[in-house]
């Protein structure tokens, strides 16, 4: 028997923040677009769940209310911990970006966003696991097959077919999608591993994220422990709980070596009793994932597919934060998109589908191969000590690396070092 076929203009695979986005702009557009979602919500994802201002700014460009009292918790700034100093800096609210981050669980956040994407005119399918492409003679995506998932998280044994001119894949940091279209991982970006579980806490509603920069692995060999590239976190979510984690680059030489739920172990037996976090306030198993940075797929464009989010390497080399760029991705596509579904010939469409490579590198490419240095800096365990010893006494230098590393700079007419961070950005060259 033939598959269900089902046809729309443009067909979104995944519906992450990413995904989710740009199926709402999409459908904003007047595209008549499918999402389509492997898991039924709600669903969880490993995810620090925090949101700087970058992020917020998306959702506001979205349409999303954020307000407390719907379970959005609302934080002031990122308190920074390490070398034996606490240094509390507030987020920097210019004209570009709002003074304040969000904390939300991606269980919530992501159920949310598809709802969002739903009530502006998307079509969403939950457990419908996409497969494979469908090609056409050119060899261009024209549309997926996909198993349909029963409650109990196994295959039904039904096969869809869903056929669009345009194809997005944001599956996440695997993409099948991506490899089934020859878009490998690229070796010369960074990677990074992050691990998370959830405590009770007394100190929920605090409204700073809280970053550690010294997290210490054994040496294997038998010698001293070794300082990792990377941060501990802490984030309150206002629910009673918070969020604990840490993300650790794989530009150190012991990147894999090291467990990264051993480091996560020994760091949280250091936290102050304050926070209260135990085996018997741990909610949850320690989970990981992997963060892909920097474009790693490429083209983010070709033969009618486009890459959002973790399925295109949208990770910040800076901080982790991977929600803000998957997102901002999923506007941009989706401009791109609507405009070129809107040409009158198959010529014209395929040129402006081309562009969204150069939208995506003008919008993050530059900043992401400042990243890049940035990463392989901080891989070296003498300069991390320098960093954290001379670097975190010096408010006015912590201001201005808050500033870059979640960038944050504002975008036109900004003070002297929003002009320099956009003008590094703009001079670095995309890759």
Partial sequence: MNPQVETAQVIVVGAGPGGSSTAAYLAAHGVDVLLLEKSAFPRDKICGDGLTPRAVRELINLGVPTREE???HRTKGLRIVGGGMRLELDWPGNATFPPYGLVRTRMDLDELLARHAVAR??????RTNVQEPILD?????CGVTAKVMGEDGRATGEVREFRAPVVVAADGVSSRLSLSMDRPKRDDRPMGVAVRTYYTTPRHDDDYLESWLELWAKDEAGGPDVLMPGYGWIFPLGDGTANVGLGILDTAKDFGTFDSRDVMRRWVETMPESWGFSEETRLAPVRGAALPMCFNRQPLYDRGLLLVGDAGGMVNPFNGEGIAESMEAGRHAAE?????????TPGETEAVLRSYTTVMKQALGGYYTLGRHFATLIGKPEIMRLAVKYGLPRRSLMRLLLKIMANLPQERD???DDR??????RMTPAA
């Fill in 70 to 72: 719907d379970g959005w």
């Fill in 121 to 126: 005119g998307a079509r969403l399918h939950e």
């Fill in 137 to 141: 003679h050119r060899g261009h995506i």
């Fill in 336 to 344: 791109v998109i609507a405009s070129a579904l809107a040409r009158a």
């Fill in 414 to 416: 900004g003070q002297l």
């Fill in 420 to 425: 320099v961070i956009n003008a590094l950005s």
